[in-house]
């Protein structure tokens, strides 16, 4: 077996980052793969790296459109894809070599998605560290797969990104970005994916994804800064969850909510910084 993995890369002025994001792609141990870099319209160079890059590699596929945000770019790069499985790996990070064959190690019949930790770099306090590696229980007999999802968004911030993770292609299609959000989008991609993917999710406790905490392009921060992102958020997720959750669900929900509140409050903390 030999699966074929897309990879759908949003670009933005990111000319910095750019050559290292696509070398970390292309020196993978699993090299069955296609790399979709999508230009969004970048102002900088960013085009013509993601062009040179294509012109030395055929697996490396360019798509330039006019500037529309992060979420189109990955909604028409996943569109493109053809793969069989599929990951979104942001322009200013990059990803450890043996990124995709760890992730492929755990995928079985019964596999809805696989979630690995990552190397957080903070690039202004030149600091980085090892997060999301610690071991998280498997889902209960008799526990519903949005309780545990819930939970699983209560102990820690594995399950928010989209970046760290590996999809199944034809699900992942049946999906979107929502376009008119600009917080928080990966997490209710995430939880649509999971809502259509049947299977449990497997998690690859290593570092495997290398984040670059502080880059010019990074809106993470003034964003979470904002408590109305928090709550749109968190309607989505009542929303997901349905009309009539069980008391499981309620506790683990309220669980998250306070979850929030603490995150929002760090977060205008570190933007005093």
Known sequence: MNPK??????????????????????????QNLEIIL??????????????DYAKKDKRIKVIHQKNAGQSTARNVGLNKASGDYVSFIDSDDAISPNFYE??????????ALTVCGAHYKKLKLNTSSDVYTCPLRARRKHESKKAYILYLLAIDGRMYWSVNKLFRTDIAKKCTFDKNL???????????YLNKAPGEIAFVLRP???????TET??????ATIWKNWQISYNDLKAWLGPHPTLREKFWLHTVHLRWRVSYVRSKRRAKQ
């Open 5 to 30: 993995i897309s990879i759908v890369v949003p670009i933005y002025n990111t000319e910095k980052y750019l050559p290292d994001c696509i070398e970390s792609l292309l020196k993978q141990t699993h």
């Open 38 to 51: 999508v230009d969004d319209g970048s102002k900088d160079h960013s085009g013509k790296i993601a062009d």
């Open 102 to 111: 760890e992730h492929l190690k755990k995928y079985t019949d019964d596999t």
């Open 182 to 192: 600009k917080f928080a989008e990966d997490t209710k991609f995430v939880l649509h």
């Open 208 to 214: 495997l994804y290398i984040y670059n905490f502080g």
């Open 218 to 223: 990074s809106t993470i921060r003034s964003t």
